[in-house]
């Protein structure tokens, strides 16, 4: 495996429509499935107020903080509600659907 990429586990540890909070490399990462099926990776605490992003609801390709109702694109991690952004994440599964991130 490449330097910066991280094995999470296997990917229906992560219900359709829903994310998971993984601790990585001493950072916090949300991995969400969308419900075409493809994943996005974002940092799972919000800038806001350290809500658990991972906990959010997902609409699309954005998701909600549960907190204090932050709206973050998925892809990007940029808030379209005037909060800080959320870093992102490549993330993939491999040949075994085990879901892989990749850091700098």
Request: aromatic content about 4%; proline content about 8%; overall charge negative.
């Amino acid at each position: 495996m490449s330097a910066g990429l991280h094995v999470l586990g296997p990917v229906d540890q992560i219900p359709v429509g829903e994310g998971r909070a993984y601790g990585v490399a001493g950072e916090q990462i949300a991995v969400f499935r969308l419900r075409d099926g493809s994943l996005r990776a974002v940092s799972a605490v919000c800038p806001h107020k350290g809500g658990p992003i991972a906990d959010g609801t997902i609409d699309g390709g954005v998701v909600l903080c549960p907190l204090h109702q932050h709206v973050f694109e998925l892809e990007t991690g940029c808030s379209t509600t005037g909060a800080g952004p959320l870093r992102s994440y490549p993330v993939s599964t491999d040949e075994s659907q085990n879901v892989v991130v990749r850091l700098p």
